[in-house]
């Protein structure tokens, strides 16, 4: 018989990764894929709430609104996971995030016109295994920070992504 | 009779969690919180020294006046972590920190004003198990580097946080 | 008999720190240390195969000439680990990098002169065990996004390090 404590390590680490491919899809904004790190019914709650939704299809609309015009560049990136197993198919979550967005264009849903953008917050999510597979059902997270600024308009700036070489 | 090594990754994951609250308490300014990572007669390094402390104390004096200002705001995360049990209850940690720190006011501790500052290091710490919780004893760093700069003057530059919103 | 899950857990583990190994001494510039994470055939496809090098040495080359001279400094970060074991001895990792380049000279290799260079990209790497000690075999990224902008002159702006306090 298998020690309860490795099924437990092998639970959070398989949270890990749907978190890491939730972010991973949003900054190379893979829409269809990030659909299956939800559950039908997940919530959201960015930014305390600022921008909630209910349902994974109002969720991946809101993200795609945001961020996805190939002109806007971002990275998300989740550390210092606190995850707890709150049953043998449900469990909590909490992650350190810390944001970089670039717009060089017009304003687009939170973010202003051709601006930097640099954050940092407390992600604080709900997962729930189904059929086997840990999905996100609830996610949210309260700011520490944010500062935007003008992107710099001098000629010697240079920004080249995966979608504008 | 459990696999000795299943015991060793469930401390270095314990380690790693005291590591993330005190990261967490330090950015949200929770300082009552944070005492509990020290053990009383804990002693600090910070930048090599150039910031030493003795006693848990002592620390927690020196954090606050350097970062309890609610006009400040900073992100400091830690990766890469290399934990090495030195014992049952002793144990060696190195990280990698990156740290934003942004000052829209008067000078505080090593902060300049008006500042943004950016850095990274690496951390070198020593951890001690007492009464079955993992607790910071010795933490420093060494950086490799360090730049802060003048923020931005710019009225189009937005700062948000959870003490200012 | 161990658990094979175990075994696994503490392969991932063992490829994280060749990882974590490689990524200190790049930023912290100890060239000689790093040959110890490579085969001696190891294979490099750096930003999309645009620094592709054959060999280890020939992959140490190029990296001390992008950053070996001690007025710039670097910070490699690399997060979300995806390792999958593709046998007892090889396996394949995918990590999201983040990697900010501060050059305040003349250009090298491809940074521009005075510049700060952000950066975030996903690795793709290969492992291989010899002789009980995992190494890198393979290593490359494509980048989701990369901005250089010239440094401030504003004589405000500090920069210090571990090669110029």
């Known amino acids: 018989v298998s020690d309860p404590r490795l099924e437990q390590l092998l639970d959070i680490e398989a949270i890990k990764q749907v978190k890491y491919r939730y972010i991973r899809c949003l900054d190379c904004k893979e829409w269809e894929e990030m ?6 019914d997940a919530v959201s709650a960015y ?3 600022a921008h909630a939704a209910k349902g994974r299809d109002t969720i991946l609309g809101f993200l795609e609104d945001a961020l ?6 971002s990275l ?3 550390h210092n996971p606190e995850i707890e197993l709150t049953s043998s ?3 909590k979550g909490r992650w350190y995030l810390e944001d970089t967005v670039i717009n060089p264009g017009e304003a687009a849903a939170a973010l202003r016109a051709h601006t930097l953008l640099q954050g940092a917050a407390f992600y604080e999510d709900e997962y729930v295994k189904v059929d086997g597979q840990w999905k996100i059902c609830h996610t949210g997270y309260q700011r520490t920070w944010e500062m935007q600024e003008p992107l710099s308009d001098d000629p010697e700036r240079h920004l080249r992504s995966r979608w504008h070489p």
Do not use: L, P
């Open 76 to 78: 998300h990136q989740v």
């Open 47 to 49: 930014d305390s709430g």
């Open 89 to 91: 198919t449900t469990a």
């Open 68 to 73: 996805g015009r190939t002109d806007i560049v």
């Open 35 to 40: 659909a299956d790190c939800f559950t039908e």
